[in-house]
């Protein structure tokens, strides 16, 4: 029995505002080359038959060549225009799947994520039906609400991550339900759809590009050969 298709659907919306920056941050340039560069090709060396589909906002769609100009060989990708929300997003980019496969949903501004991460993923959601990366807390936190806080149990918590990777016969159905703001990723979805959700051990450096600071600690990362 032939192996499912593999489509990563990537979700470049970004504005760039809390980045101070009037280049949406999914372009801005790290080590040399745009983030969403080093995003698309931490799929390719993970896969090389990986389908890329690119979500962006239609004002954005100039800026593309710029990021495939990066590579040597650049890659076939297919452009969806964005949504109103995350949600609208990701579902236009699921219809253009139009066969079984394993669908990786990922930030684009999340560029360190690791081949190795993206082929554990696939692994389990093949086996289990998705998986969804997350990190134990560090921190000690707290419960807040109107009357005070309290101490919480970190151990109980996880950080989620991208990408959010699960059989298309699962994640394609359950963005056919209304919209919900409650839906804050892939994986809300699919349990308010009635399917339990499994975790996968994602990792630190995969990090989600949103201020300044994390810019400089991506370069880090790679300048240092950390990842």
């Known amino acids: 029995m032939p192996s499912p298709a593999k489509v990563a659907v990537i979700v470049a919306g970004g504005s760039g505002s809390r980045m101070g920056s009037t280049v949406p941050k999914q372009f801005l340039e790290l080590n040399g080359k745009p983030v969403l560069y080093h995003t698309i090709h931490a799929f390719m060396q993970a896969y090389e038959d990986v389908r890329i589909v690119l979500v962006v906002p239609p004002a954005h769609r100039g800026s593309i060549g710029t990021v495939l100009a990066a590579f040597d060989r650049p890659p076939s990708v297919t452009l969806v225009d964005g949504g109103e929300t995350r949600f609208h997003s990701v579902k236009n980019g699921l219809q ?29 959601a093949l086996a289990k039906g998705s998986a969804i990366p997350a990190i134990a807390l560090k921190d000690s ?79 880090a990362f790679l300048q240092n050969g950390l990842l």
């Open 96 to 124: 253009t799947i139009q066969q079984d496969a394993v669908v990786f949903v990922h930030d684009g501004v999340r560029p360190l994520v690791s081949p190795a991460l993206i082929r554990a993923c696939y692994e389990q």
């Open 141 to 219: 936190i707290r419960e807040v609400d109107g009357e005070g806080n309290m101490a919480a149990d970190r151990t109980r918590f996880r950080i989620i991550q991208t990408p959010q990777t699960f059989l298309s016969g699962i994640l394609v159905p359950a963005f056919d339900q209304p919209y919900d703001p409650l839906f804050t990723d892939e994986a809300t979805v699919v349990e308010r759809f009635g399917h339990t959700v499994h975790l996968v051990e994602g990792e630190e450096q995969n990090i989600k590009i949103t201020k300044p600071q994390d810019l400089v600690i991506a370069a």
